[in-house]
């Protein structure tokens, strides 16, 4: 029921290390939409003004650090115009802390979907993976790295075609970007992001 900007908070879509996804309503285009707030766990609190601040003024630099790398997610999402990969249609701050607004799609994550079908033929497989293949192309071709491809990041649309979500883990490839090394999922991550 809460107001941001535009936006009427109706509900919780999930919560991750780095932040919140909420679904809300957008007033003035009248439809769902979902908005990820950053709001990383180890190093911000919500404060009772409903402002985001860092845990400490230790955590300061870290939250602020990672604020900016949100912004470079929104950013580099919104890049993208791919049936394939989450579209980002906004992006502002407020309340301490930066909001991410994306298409809101009905549907559930490939890890749901597999609880389910926990044996799929391989043609289901393929017609899930190959167009997620066909919107990796796009972004490696933008000079990008998703960094974290998990099940809880793809998403199976009601009308069964998937699409590549939280870019939270990516990097432009090569340069002197700084990486987070715990941005990793063990099991999914490439043996070099380990190191």
């Known amino acids: 029921g809460a107001t941001l900007a535009e936006y009427q908070l109706k509900s919780v879509l999930g919560v991750g290390g780095f932040g919140m996804t909420y679904l809300a309503w957008d007033g003035n285009l009248e439809k769902h939409v979902a908005i990820k707030e950053y709001l990383p766990g180890d ?91 066909d919107g990796l192309a796009a972004v490696h071709a933008a000079q990008f790295l998703h960094r974290d491809i998990k099940p809880s990041n793809i998403f199976i649309r009601a009308n069964g075609s998937p699409v590549l979500l939280d ?4 990097r432009a490839t090569g340069g002197g970007t700084r990486s987070l090394t715990a941005v990793l999922t063990p099991g999914y991550a490439p043996l070099e992001q380990y190191a």
């Open 167 to 170: 870019f939270g883990a990516a």
């Open 43 to 133: 190093l911000a609190v919500r404060a009772l003004d409903g402002s985001v601040v860092p845990v400490s003024t230790n955590h300061q630099y870290d939250y602020q650090w990672g604020l900016e790398r949100f912004i470079l997610e929104a950013r580099t999402l919104a890049r993208f115009s791919h049936p394939h990969i989450v579209r980002v249609n906004r992006y502002f701050e407020a309340n301490g802390t930066g909001y991410m607004v994306m298409d809101y799609e009905e549907g559930e994550s490939l890890s749901q979907w597999l609880k389910r079908a926990p044996l799929p033929p391989e043609t289901e497989l393929r017609r899930i993976l190959l167009p997620l293949l």
